[in-house]
């Protein structure tokens, strides 16, 4: 089984997990900006590994956003990155529209060769190799609009930083037409990568967790930089930032925005 199967296999063993637990979290402690972990993130990230293990003994080095260091095993031919529930304080409160469970595979030199992400609220899966990119089997592509009239798009705008963020990015993208919701995570990339939203945009520094999702999107044919306009750097040591837009034309819109913003 390679890995990639074996990851599709690990996630819809969660998403069953949740569906046929009608699981209840709560929160057990709060991380960094008031990000929630519960324990549901944990019997999730457990269950995962579990499975991982069964059929892939020692091949790969896990990095679990509720693990404080990686996990590493003797002979890793791969980087693991595992959010097991993203969009946690969505989750506790009811909210599944938006939750996620996302694996990202590396190669040892930090390159993406695969991706897993979850739909929690929908039971289905995205995936991605170099091939392309695949919503519960079927090949998906990004949306072909070219203008942002209209256009969703999806900015993640946390607290400590939202009034700036609504000023120098949403309000300027809302006049010229586009309609923007606050919101994030590796589902929104995915939303862009099957032609459901035209940008999702990440302008503050995250870790690999969240970007699953851009990496099935760029394999869907999406155009994925940082804000300012490189390549992603897949370290999973480094942080970084994110524009996923369906098409050259988006992209270059959004990132004039953030370029005539001085945002970085």
């Excluded at 079927?138 to 705008?157: C, F, G, M, N, Q």
Aim: glycine fraction near 4%; charged fraction near 25%.
């Amino acid at each position: 089984m390679t890995l990639l199967k074996l990851c599709k296999t690990s996630v819809s063993k969660a998403l069953q997990y949740i569906k046929e637990h009608e699981f209840q979290p709560t929160a057990i402690y709060y991380k960094q900006n008031d990000n929630l972990v519960s324990d549901c993130d944990i019997k999730l990230q457990n269950l995962i590994l579990e499975t991982l293990l069964q059929e892939s003994p020692e091949e790969f080095m896990l990095y679990s956003e509720e693990l404080e260091k990686p996990k590493i095993f003797p002979n890793p031919k791969y980087k693991v990155i595992l959010d097991p529930l993203d969009q946690t304080s969505s989750f506790i409160y009811g909210n599944l529209e938006f939750t996620s469970t996302s694996i990202l595979i590396l190669d040892m030199e930090n390159n993406p060769i695969g991706a897993v992400v979850g739909d929690i609220n929908d039971q289905k899966i995205y995936y991605a190799n170099k091939n392309g990119a695949w919503y519960n089997r079927k090949k998906i592509r990004p949306s072909e609009k070219t203008d942002l009239l209209e256009a969703k798009i999806a900015v993640y705008a946390e607290k400590y930083s939202r009034k700036y963020l609504y000023n120098k990015i949403i309000f300027p993208l809302m006049e010229r037409g586009a309609r923007v919701v606050n919101n994030g995570g590796s589902l929104f990339a995915c939303r862009v990568a099957d032609g459901r939203f035209h940008a999702a945009l990440e302008p503050k520094p995250v870790g690999l967790y969240e970007f699953a999702g851009a990496y099935i999107a760029e394999m869907a044919g999406c155009i994925v930089t940082d804000i300012e306009g490189n390549k992603i750097d897949y370290n999973p040591e480094q942080k970084s930032t994110y524009i996923v837009a369906s098409n050259l034309d988006v992209h270059k819109q959004v990132l004039g925005i953030f370029e005539k913003q001085r945002y970085y």
